[in-house]
């Protein structure tokens, strides 16, 4: 068989029709005729499409640089700065806030209590939650101050300011500071009927929404103003203004705590991580030397008779003679801490240890002291005092005009003449200057030209000048207490040291502090100093008895039923603070009692009375008495029930 495959048959198909003749007429329905000459129309030519492959290579590289860039910036975030930006969202995440520390308490001697701190609220705010992307509207601080402006007591404009800070990033705001549980109270059910209507109503807004509170504490005042001058105050921002809250405020604030936690919509996220917490440390409880009553009774008597005599101010204190304790500390007229809204400036203060003036004969005490002691003279030592007398530049004289007096030393004091006791500190040396300088070592070792030891806020410690700068009348008048200034506590004090036979014990208002873990801590024991001789004292406190016991005394409105009373009247001229120019007069009164075994020192000083009388003896005779009576009353002193030794006043010549 050969390879070779045989030849394919044609097979023959179907014949095709024979084309018509295009002679041929044409009939109904048949195509018209080409013309003559007339090509066929060109086919057309299939459209042929370009390569994919560029465009998916374009858009391959297009999406693998947006994913590079996302990888690079991933890098950054999670690499780079991952530090940056984890604290940057631990700081938009957490919250920080002081924990006020509670202030401690200030009592009187026996626990109770004269200033003390309740439960308060910081209104704050988170101004974020107020921007028209939070609220939907664009007026929420207007709408929000309109709310809160009556309640707090503020202006509208500016809790609009606080609420849209110009820091836009700001998240904590002060509204007002310690305000009472009432008024959150206010705020808080107000913010809650805006969250129920807002519920139902989707056209309300909260727009308190972003308004908080935190816990605080705010100092308040059960007594008014008692004690006022010495406790000071404390403002709405718990700053201390004065006073035994200014001079202790280390002690009594404590020392405040932080907390951080994490927040939502300025609300606490309880199970967050990160928070922490370092709580507060309360303040320390000061007790001080006050007796609350006492201190009642003499606010009540030194108010009553400044009032009485139109006078511009006055003050009383009462003192322990053998601890140096201050037992009370009055001033007229006062404030009231609790609102220092309509309270006098010139009031604020403790003037009884702010207030330097002339002592007038009250001082005597001091030179009669140096004159026994320097033992120029004795009690029964006669001295002829005239009308008028000429020294250096000055004609001097008594507050009344006399004949020609024959006294004693005691009478001296007794009658106060200014002229007896000029005659008597002259005998302290063989000169003039000689008698000066032995008379200022007296005064400086009794108090004068010094702070009292109290450290109190604003104390003065008077004008004592050193005797080589004393003028010509200078060194006539400071005997009798003209030409030297003082504090009312340093007058106390020196009768405070003749009553304790002659040792000066530094005042002290302080008893001690108890801290948080309720220990208490004692003061220091005050610095005692010896002045003058036991002997000495005994002898000026018979003196002192003459004053108020004799007839012909100028503090017999002192006397006290019972008890044996030692004390000393002054009228001095008075420098007008205002003009430095005297102007009116400095009454007062000092003493102690019982003169023969001394528990209590009484000193009062009114200043410029325009009505009625202004000798001391006169207006500041009866404070003292009405004061001492209810100090010997409260702290249960009895009568000694011993006579007094009369001296003798005057002598026949």
């Known amino acids: 068989m050969s390879d070779r495959e045989p030849p394919r048959r044609r097979v023959p198909g179907p014949a095709r029709p024979a084309r018509p003749d295009a002679r041929r007429r044409p009939g109904p329905g048949a195509r018209p005729a080409r013309r003559p000459g007339a090509g066929r129309p060109a086919a057309p030519k299939p459209l042929r499409l370009g390569s994919p492959r560029p465009r998916l290579r374009l858009v391959g590289l297009a999406l693998t640089l947006v994913l590079l860039a996302f990888v690079v910036r991933l890098f950054q975030v999670q690499a780079v700065d991952a530090s940056t930006y984890a604290a940057k969202a631990e700081q938009n995440r957490y919250v920080g806030q002081v924990l006020a520390a509670d202030r401690g308490e200030i009592t009187d001697r026996s626990g109770v209590a004269l200033a003390t701190s309740e439960d308060a609220y910081d209104i704050t705010a988170d ?14 601080p207007e709408q929000a101050a309109a709310l809160l402006a009556p309640i707090l007591g503020q202006d509208q404009e500016t809790l609009v300011g606080k609420l849209r800070p110009k820091n836009k990033a700001l998240r904590y705001v002060k509204l007002a500071s310690r305000q009472t549980p009432q008024v959150w109270k206010q705020i808080k059910d107000l913010k809650s009927a805006l969250a129920k209507k807002e519920e139902t109503d989707k056209s309300a807004h909260n727009v308190l929404a972003g308004v908080f509170s935190v816990a605080t504490s705010k100092r308040v005042y059960p007594n008014g103003d008692l004690a006022a001058g010495i406790l000071g ?3 709405g921002e718990g700053k201390p203004g004065g006073g035994i809250e200014l001079q202790l405020n280390k002690q009594l604030a404590g020392k405040d705590g932080k907390i951080r936690y994490a927040q939502s919509g300025g609300r606490l996220v309880p199970t967050a991580g990160g928070a922490t917490e370092t709580p507060a440390v309360p303040g320390s409880d000061v007790e001080l030397t006050i007796d609350r009553d006492i201190q009642w009774a003499a606010q009540k008597a030194i108010s009553d008779q400044v009032k009485e005599s139109a006078a511009d101010r006055g003050y009383v204190i009462v003192q322990d003679t053998r601890t140096g304790q201050i037992l009370a500390m009055a001033n007229s007229p006062g404030f009231d801490p ?5 309270a006098d400036p010139a009031a604020l203060g403790n003037a009884a240890l702010q207030d330097a003036f002339e002592p007038g004969s009250t001082a005597k005490v001091m030179s009669m002291a140096a004159v026994l002691q320097e033992r120029v003279a004795t009690p029964m030592t006669h001295v002829v005092v005239p009308n008028r007398l000429h020294r250096g530049d000055r004609l001097f004289k008594d507050d009344v005009d006399h004949p020609t007096w024959y006294l004693t030393l005691n009478g001296v004091l007794a009658k106060s003449s200014n002229i007896g006791t000029i005659l008597a500190t002259g005998q302290l040396g063989k000169t003039q200057a000689q008698a000066n300088k032995v008379l200022y070592d007296y005064l400086r070792k009794f108090g004068l030209g010094s702070y009292t030891g109290l450290g109190f806020p604003g104390e003065t410690q008077g004008i004592l000048a050193p005797p080589d700068k004393w003028s010509t009348s200078q060194q006539y008048t400071i005997p009798f207490g003209q030409g030297v200034s003082i504090n009312a506590m340093q007058a106390a004090s020196v009768y405070s040291t003749i009553a304790n036979g002659g040792v000066r014990v530094e005042p002290t208002l302080v008893r001690g502090t108890k801290g948080p873990d309720g220990r208490f801590t004692p003061a220091p024991k005050p610095e005692k100093t010896r002045v003058v001789s036991a002997q000495t004292a005994k002898t000026l406190a018979r003196m002192l008895e003459s004053v ?16 044996r009373v030692a004390g000393k009247t002054g009228t001095a001229n008075r420098v007008d603070p205002a003009t430095g120019k005297y102007r009116g007069y400095t009454s007062s009164f000092a003493g102690f009692a019982p003169a023969d075994q001394p528990r209590i020192t009484v000193y009062c000083a009114i200043q410029n009375a325009t009505q009625g009388s202004y000798f001391g003896g006169q207006i500041c005779g009866p404070v ?15 009568p000694t029930g011993a006579k007094p030794a009369k001296l003798p006043v005057t002598f026949q010549h």
Do not use: C, H
């Open 624 to 638: 003292y008495k009405q004061v001492m009576e209810f100090a010997l009353k409260s702290l249960q002193v009895p």
């Open 127 to 140: 101004p974020t939650m107020f921007a028209p992307g939070m609220l939907k509207i664009g007026d929420g």
């Open 233 to 235: 105050w404390v403002n």
């Open 548 to 563: 108020v016991d004799d007839e012909e005394g100028t503090g017999t409105k002192a006397r006290i039923p019972g008890y």
């Open 338 to 342: 609790n609102d220092l809204s309509d």
